[in-house]
Nanobody, 117 residues
Framework: QVQLVESGGGLVQPGGSLRLSCAAS????????MGWYRQAPGKQRELVAS???????NYADSVKGRFTISRNNAKNTVYLQMNSLKPEDTAVYYC???????????WGQGTQVTVSS
């Protein structure tokens, strides 16, 4: 059984910053991939950023230069530092992990991020 607990969402003004955290627990020892997706109202869920255990990272073009993904492997935790937030970043953000090279993936419950003045 794998559980993911997300935190750090909220309301922020345009140009502000937020840091999301996602801690994984359960019968896992190492995690190959950790990442974040988001889903805005009326839109499909999209990849925001991902990080693999070999150090590779991947970002959506819309967040490059503003968001940074990082991970603490000892704590099985992934973070998303979001700077220079824009109203179009408003969405529910979901954490996802893939313990091994192949699925299954495990998803968090989602945390709301609202960017508004």
């Amino acid at each position: 059984q794998v559980q993911l607990v997300e935190s750090g969402g909220g309301l922020v003004q345009p140009g502000g910053s937020l840091r999301l955290s996602c801690a994984a627990s359960g019968t896992i020892f190492t995690i190959y991939l950790m990442g974040w997706y988001r889903q805005a109202p009326g839109k499909q869920r999209e990849l925001v950023a991902s990080s693999t255990s070999d150090g590779s990272t991947n970002y959506a073009d819309s967040v490059k230069g503003r968001f940074t993904i990082s991970r603490n492997n000892a704590k099985n935790t992934v973070y998303l530092q979001m700077n220079s937030l824009k109203p179009e970043d408003t969405a529910v953000y979901y954490c996802v992990i893939r313990p091994k090279l192949l699925p299954p993936d495990y998803w968090g419950q989602g945390t709301q991020v609202t960017v508004s003045s």
